[in-house]
């Protein structure tokens, strides 16, 4: 049988990450236990009040109300282990550089295994897309963490990256606008906030129409290692609504509109059965290599929540991104394979 492989309808990828953002709370919501101890949850009753639930789907859905009321209902979510529904990291580290390789190379690499500023060897998907023709000049990243720009290896990769201190300038008004908050806001973290990195990526997108932008936020991770769990919460339930900000934007744009995938993922998760170990990743946490993964878009069909037992990996993330362009990403080392459900 001839098998003509069907085109795409995608055209345009927009890829958010939430460091260290744990799958227990994206599919559980809030863990009481967590909430309940008070080293962890100062001002616990606001916290509750505002996102906790005694039912588990509606404790999620105020947590992450774009994932459960509109991928949910559009898309895709992959990883509710009680469903036996696994995605996980393929490298050994669970730690941030190592995983950004991964969701981006495609594959775990052992001579990744710390987080300095090393520029990456290894050719990513972005570098990939930003090669073929009609995305020529047309991938962008946005991040938080000042690492980003040697995962991408932007040297190397010709991608306009932009992270923490790097300024934007592309209308004079609204860039200065986001210069000025980006430079005289507290820094909690040492590091610009998340919300600057979205609204600068947000502006470049109406501005320059980058068919391909990735989006990196970093607080989850900051704040959870501070042991400051309703911060966490917050930084959670905030990019969540900044998804959704940038959803219902594209689907009011000509260029965007049903033409779109958003993707949704983490670098790594953290500890959950030692439940002090919430704050912490890396190769000595059991549960740190638990991730998920939440796709919305016109070839993803509507499954919703994951329910089949299955094994997934990180490293199948970037031969999907390619494939849902049409293209065939191969690198020279043997890469994860596209997620075929995600596909029609
Ligand atoms: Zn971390």
Known sequence: MNVIAQKPKTENIIIFTMDGMRWQEVFGGIDSVILNNPEYTHEKDDIKSFL??????????KLFPFLWNTVAQ???????????????????????????????????????NSNDKIPNKNENV??????????????????????????????????????????????????????DIQHLSMKPNGERLDIVTYIAAREYLKKTRPKVLYISFDETDE???????????????????????????????PEYKNKTTLIVTCDHGRGDKIKSQWRDHGQKVEDAGGIWLAVVGPDTPPAGEMKSPGQLYQKQIAATVAALLGFEFKPAIPAGEKIQSILK
């Open 126 to 179: 972005l570098e990939f897309i930003n090669k073929q023709k009609a995305y020529k000049n047309k991938v962008a990243a946005f991040s938080t963490w000042d690492v980003s720009p040697y995962f991408l290896n932007k040297w190397r990769s010709g991608i306009y990256v932009n992270a923490d201190k790097d300024s934007v300038s592309f209308d004079s008004n609204t860039s200065n606008l986001i210069n």
């Open 74 to 112: 559009k898309g895709q979510l992959y990883g509710n282990r009680a469903y036996g529904n696994y995605i996980n990291v393929a490298n050994p580290y669970a730690f941030s550089y190592p995983g950004y390789n991964e969701i981006f190379t495609g594959y775990p690499d052992t001579a990744v």
């Open 223 to 253: 704040y959870a290692h501070q042991g400051k769990y309703n911060y966490y919460l917050g930084a959670a339930h905030a990019e969540d609504g900044m998804m959704s900000d940038i959803w219902n934007l594209v689907q009011s744009m």
């Open 52 to 61: 906790w639930s005694d039912d588990i789907t509606e404790r999620r859905k």
